[in-house]
């Protein structure tokens, strides 16, 4: 399952702060809500704007953007459908993000702890990126309104929080964070963004302070009780995931390969910094647990040349590594008893605990009062990733292999979060996996992954990693770029099969990022406060 917020706020004088949240609870792949209206066509809105060119399109360099249909809305006559398109922003961990209508985001009052690597927390430039992207939303984009029969549209044209502008008696320019439109029962709507072409103009861009970055949002349509944007009234019934990737001018920042029109460029400057996060063991007769995160720090240096402006950590990176379990030995070379590559992806400019995979195998690998060994290695941003792909498609397969296992997206996580990537045109979504109907669903996860692997697009091969603008090392030059060592005994709780982690001794080598010697001390962790 899946928890999905939709925040609103907004000042108004001396009422204060008005604020409408909705907590939604919706399962992958399933139907939205109860009956009544139903949104067809849910797929990743991805676009690459290039402002060099002038030019833009899908990832089959298709200058289109496709439309959703709102259907079946007999039963809400009378209500509103309201249509929102927030941006995305994650929170202190990579498993929960959420969307915003408002420019409202507020990265809260957080504090590094613990970590000897990553030495501050820079939330003004979380907050920077966040308003670039809201202010790329709300003046590039507007949403094309249609009864696709050609009948009336009954919309109110001075609404607070939404511009409105009438193209004819059935079609609607908005734009804005809630926008309404009244339900009638004989209306079935289509929903198209519309990117502006002025928006492709990158003085225009520099003008508003947009950058070439990655841009994360939502499309959601929700049916409302009235269109006043405050009533509780409220119930969501779709939601459209979307990407843009505004391509760096050449010589901004180092990039991949020109592939064409139509095909992103991404930096080839690696900026993760990362240390050890909480580790969280479960072991059972017949299975063991393993969950491993990482505290991660993708805030890198910006280039600028005049007035235009951009960094590599504009951008989501992977960062993920070989994981090398050893038991260690009295008067002997310690026992390597498991290794597998964990990670996942760092939202740009984003600070926080990253989530790795859930590491599961079908044994008990812990002994009591045994002493262990965990050594992560991040040699080849690119080429760990691919291989850490290959590896979930091993743990589905044998996930399925269980007699009457049942598998969901939640039991691999970082699958679920593949779907940020929204850069390959074969990748739809994960959705929901289960073993009675694995010929279809697990067919599709396994293509999923094989598009991405198979991609010369995204992740593109970093050449260098970066501490900051002056501090760089060539990858390839060193059998690393990073090296995390976790040291400890396992300690057996006397219920529930967890593994106490004791006597913790943590580890980092890098070339370029900052290392710290073999010392005992509590896990790295980011703590907020609202």
């Known amino acids: 399952m899946l928890n999905v917020e939709v925040k609103a706020s907004k000042r108004h004088g001396s009422r204060g702060h008005l604020s409408l949240l909705l907590g939604l609870t919706i399962m992958l ?19 690459n704007i290039s402002p060099e060119t002038n030019s833009w399109g899908d990832y089959k360099g298709q200058e289109t953007i496709t439309g959703s249909r709102v259907v079946k809305c007999q039963e809400e006559a009378g209500r509103f459908l309201m249509l929102s398109l927030g941006a995305v922003q994650w929170g202190a961990s990579s498993e929960v993000k959420d969307s915003y209508i408002f420019n409202s985001y507020d990265p809260g009052s957080c504090q590094l702890q613990n970590s000897r ?35 009336a549209l009954v919309v109110n044209e001075k609404q607070p929080f939404c511009e409105v502008t009438r193209i004819d008696s059935s079609a609607v320019l908005m734009r804005g964070s809630m926008c309404f439109v009244k339900i ?91 240390d050890w996060g909480p580790v969280f063991i479960r072991s059972r007769e017949d299975r063991t647990q393993i969950d491993l995160s990482f505290l991660v720090s993708n805030i890198a240096d910006r280039s600028c040349a005049g007035v235009t402006c951009s960094s590599s950590s504009n951008f ?71 291989i850490y792909l290959n590896g979930l498609k091993q743990m589905l397969v044998r996930l399925f292999d269980t007699e009457g296992a049942t598998v969901g997206v939640d039991v691999i996580p970082a699958i679920s979060t593949l779907g940020d990537l929204g850069i390959i045109p074969t990748f739809a979504g994960m959705g929901g996996l289960h073993s009675n109907n694995q010929t279809v669903s697990l067919s599709q996860t396994m293509e999923g992954l094989e598009g991405l692997i198979a991609s010369t697009v995204w992740p593109p091969y970093y050449d260098r990693a970066c501490a900051d603008g002056a501090n760089c090392m060539r990858l390839g030059k060193s059998k690393f770029h990073q090296r995390l060592v976790l040291e400890f005994t396992a300690t057996m709780e006397p219920a529930g099969g967890n593994v106490e982690l004791t006597d913790v001794r943590m580890q980092k080598n890098s070339p370029v990022f900052k290392s710290y010697p073999m010392q005992s001390g509590d896990f790295p962790s980011l703590r907020c406060e609202r």
Request: charged share 25%; hydrophobic share 35%.
């Open 29 to 47: 792949a399933g139907p939205w809500g109860r009956a009544a209206c139903i949104v067809e066509n849910e797929d990743k809105i991805q676009i």
């Open 117 to 151: 690597s990553i030495s501050s927390f820079k939330p003004q430039v979380t907050k920077d990126n966040f308003e670039r992207q809201y202010k790329f939303l709300r003046s590039c984009i507007d949403l094309r309104v249609a009864d696709t029969r050609g009948g």
């Open 184 to 274: 009638r029962a004989q209306n079935d709507y289509a929903v198209q963004p519309l990117l502006k072409k002025e928006c492709l103009d990158p003085s225009y861009l520099d003008a508003m302070g947009i950058e070439a970055q990655d841009i994360y949002a939502n499309l959601d349509t929700l049916v409302t009780g009235d269109d006043s944007g405050t009533t509780t009234d409220v119930r969501h019934v779709g939601s459209r995931p979307v990407h843009i990737s505004i391509t760096p001018k050449p010589g901004l920042l180092p990039l991949s390969e020109d592939f064409g029109a139509g095909v992103p460029r991404f930096t080839t400057s690696y900026t993760v910094d990362g």
């Open 316 to 386: 989501m990176q992977p960062f993920v590594g070989q994981v090398e379990l050893f038991r260690l030995r009295e008067s002997a070379r310690p026992e390597l008893i498991e290794e597998w590559w964990d990670g996942g992806l760092v939202p740009p400019n984003w600070q926080g605990v990253m989530k790795g995979v859930s590491y599961r195998i079908p044994d008990r690998l812990f002994q009591a009062g045994a002493k262990y060994r965990l050594v992560a290695t991040f040699q080849d941003p690119t080429d760990d990733y691919a």
